[in-house]
T-cell receptor
Framework: DTGVSQNPRHKITKRGQNVTFRCDPI?????LYWYRQTLGQGPEFLTY????????KSRLLSDRFSAERPKGSFSTLEIQRTEQGDSAMYLC?????????????FGEGSWLTVV | TQLLEQSPQFLSIQEGENLTVYCNSS?????LQWYRQEPGEGPVLLVT?????EVKKLKRLTFQFGDARKDSSLHITAAQPGDTGLYLC???????????FGKGTTLSVSS
């Protein structure tokens, strides 16, 4: 069973360092989403891709954040010059663009702690 | 401004009790979904409701989509400790657009 896979699952980094998270979506899912979630809150939308095209970006995605999906398969989310406020779980999700309504499937998330 | 308002934010009940969680908005959604999330894990889809007035049942869970497609409810009958978790509603304003989540309801069921 190949669900949405994220790594690393946990990352502790010092303030000011750069971090990168990777997401491998369910194969043949051409839409890929990134969300951020803090404790006790619902996920907040960051950005999504259809194939390799980044179609929408939230204003939460500051210029320190960049996401890529170069070949339309896996995606990376990079955070530059991390700040303590970036500490959160970063969730990736994927779905097919057609034929499956709005059912998206989430990975288990990547926890970031900035110290 | 939170597009999807969930209530209550926290709920602590005894095993065997019934409960209802609400998800309200002033906007119309093409569909609403309910997720359950355990600590340290990603959300897991419980149900998707698409048609106004639709009712779906999943064992002891009953989901309803409002007639105007602006609100939804989740009712749990005879709650069990295994129901403990964060319940999230999420909606898409148009088919295929990104899901918007509510802040969630944290449910704790004690035996």
């Amino acid at each position: 069973d190949t669900g949405v896979s994220q790594n690393p699952r946990h990352k502790i980094t010092k303030r000011g360092q750069n971090v990168t998270f990777r997401c491998d979506p369910i194969s043949e899912h051409n839409r890929l989403y990134w969300y951020r979630q803090t404790l006790g809150q619902g996920p907040e939308f960051l950005t999504y891709f259809q194939n390799e095209a980044q179609l929408e970006k939230s204003r939460l995605l500051s210029d320190r954040f960049s996401a890529e999906r170069p070949k339309g398969s896996f995606s990376t989310l990079e955070i530059q010059r991390t700040e303590q406020g970036d500490s959160a779980m970063y969730l990736c999700a994927s779905r097919q663009a057609e034929g499956s309504g709005n059912t998206i499937y989430f990975g288990e998330g990547s926890w970031l702690t900035v110290v | 401004t939170q597009l999807l308002e969930q209530s209550p934010q926290f709920l602590s009940i005894q095993e065997g009790e019934n409960l209802t969680v609400y998800c309200n908005s002033s906007s119309v959604f093409s569909s609403l979904q309910w997720y359950r999330q355990e600590p340290g894990e990603g959300p897991v889809l419980l149900v998707t409701v698409v048609t106004g007035g639709e009712v779906k049942k999943l064992k002891r869970l009953t989901f309803q989509f409002g007639d105007a497609r602006k609100d939804s409810s989740l009712h749990i009958t005879a709650a069990q400790p295994g129901d403990t978790g964060l319940y999230l509603c999420a909606g898409a304003k148009q088919a295929g657009t990104a899901l918007i989540f509510g802040k969630g309801t944290t449910l704790s069921v004690s035996s």
